[in-house]
């Protein structure tokens, strides 16, 4: 008996030890393998890189994402909009407008949406919609761009490096050139040719651009003094040029391929406002607006730069002039007077324009219109039908950089750079973009 007892026993040890086994065996198994491999003691108090591997973070997309080529206008309040860009900054340099295209050039920071990295680029639009935008340059700048007799020709100054870059009117590069070195320069069309003038360490030089972006560099050149090219015209066989100096006197050259530069006139301690070309029974004559210290002056000027008129104004804060040929209009905050070719007043009204630093003028035969800044933003002034100058469109942007216009009897485009986004501005990528707006000279009347 008491030896069954002892057998039962061991048997219920044994037992026991199994079960314990089987347990551990499972223990391990289960739990602790599925943690570390067995390192129970390690990997209890740790917290797994990736508690939930199915439901891993996708990785943010850093492909660049570009628009598709043609992209239709959008209207706002009446106004055609247009633009390019991408998310980083763009800055207007310059514009051409042709019967077909109007063709935007600007730096780029950008490398989406419109643009595929720095440089410089040419937008291209035809109609309602954006239709190419190309890079053609290292970032830079565009001294000048002009419609010529070869095509689009942009005088481009990248570091100490200049170049001619010519373009089919419909934007598509046909060459470029290598140009003499210079801080500025602007493009005057001569018939067949195109004039140059520019300046750089020895003063302002002329050369002539003749088909197949052949330069031809004059041996004159003009050094008494710094200048700032202000306006060019033809007059006859030679060009007149209006420059302001680093003294702030305005001055007035002649230069002539054979002769070079000649003096004509100085206007000391007078900064210039603007120019503008008058024709009549008199003959051709140019009408100058300067600023001095106590006021302003205004000038007509015989082609060989001697007086016709002159008269001294008022302070004149901010004004603008046109010419019809006959007439000249000075255009001031609330006030519109208009001279004859001998600055005799023949009428003075009042206006409601409220206007600060002038952006750009246009005057021609199909009608005439400025901008100037404002408080937030900038307006666009234009001639309405009884030949008041009248607000035809407020933006509200005022980081603004290089309007560029054009105004017929049908639409006015004005090309500018900014990183408002909106009201007219709301398709901005990012940082700035380039615009392009048109709208009817004139608002519709009901």
Not at 112 to 138: H, I
Not at 198 to 216: F, H, I, M, N, P
Not at 249 to 254: E, R, Y
Not at 255 to 277: H, I
């Amino acid at each position: 008996m008491q030896r069954q007892k002892t057998v039962a026993k061991w048997l219920a040890i044994i037992l026991l030890c199994t079960v314990a086994v089987g347990a551990y065996i499972m223990y391990d198994a289960l739990y602790v393998g599925s943690n570390g491999g067995g390192q129970a003691s390690a990997s209890t108090d740790e917290i797994p890189d990736n508690p939930h591997p199915d439901d891993e973070t996708p990785e943010p997309d850093d492909t660049p994402f570009y628009t598709t080529l043609p992209r239709e206008a959008q209207t706002v309040s009446g106004v055609t909009v247009r633009h390019a860009g991408g998310e980083g900054d763009e800055e207007v340099l310059g514009a051409v407008f042709s019967a077909d295209n109007a063709i935007v050039f600007f730096n780029s920071s950008s490398d989406e949406y419109d643009c595929r990295g720095a440089g410089m680029y040419r937008a291209v639009f035809t109609g309602d919609n954006l239709t190419d935008v190309t890079r053609f340059s290292d970032a830079g700048t565009l001294a000048d761009v002009k419609l010529t007799a070869e095509g689009i020709t942009a005088l481009v100054r990248v570091g100490d490096e200049c170049r001619l870059h010519l373009f089919a009117t419909d934007g598509t590069p046909r060459g470029e050139a290598k140009f003499p070195s210079f801080t500025q320069a602007k493009i005057y069309l001569a018939g067949s040719t195109s004039q140059v003038f520019y300046t750089d360490a020895q003063g302002l030089r002329a050369a002539v651009v003749k088909q197949g972006l052949d330069v031809e560099i004059s041996p004159y050149f003009y050094s008494p003094e710094r200048l700032s090219l202000e306006d060019v015209y033809l007059v006859g066989s030679r060009y007149l040029l209006f420059a302001q100096t680093d003294d702030n006197d305005t001055v007035v050259l002649s230069f002539e391929q054979n002769r070079g530069f000649n003096l004509l006139k100085r206007f000391e301690k007078t900064a210039f406002m603007q120019s503008v070309p008058m024709a009549g029974e008199d003959g051709a004559a140019f009408a100058f607006l300067g600023e001095t210290s106590d006021g302003g002056t205004l000038a007509v000027l015989a082609t060989d730069c001697s007086e016709i008129a002159r008269t001294t104004l008022s302070p004149l804060g901010n004004a603008v002039i046109f010419s019809d040929g006959v007439s000249l209009t000075l255009v001031r905050c609330g006030v519109t007077e208009t001279y004859c070719r001998h600055l005799d007043l023949i009428a003075s009204r009042t206006n409601a324009l409220l206007f600060d630093d002038l952006l750009f003028v246009r005057n021609s035969s199909e009608g005439r219109l400025f901008a100037a800044t404002r408080t937030e933003g900038f307006s666009v002034f234009a001639e309405d039908a009884r030949g008041d100058m009248t607000e035809r469109l407020f933006v509200p942007a005022t980081d603004v950089s290089a309007l560029c216009a054009t105004v017929s009897a049908q639409e006015v485009f004005i090309a500018f750079s900014t990183a408002a986004c909106g009201g007219y501005c709301y398709q901005n990528f990012g940082g700035k973009d380039a615009f392009l707006l048109s709208f009817p000279p004139l608002a519709e009347t009901a």
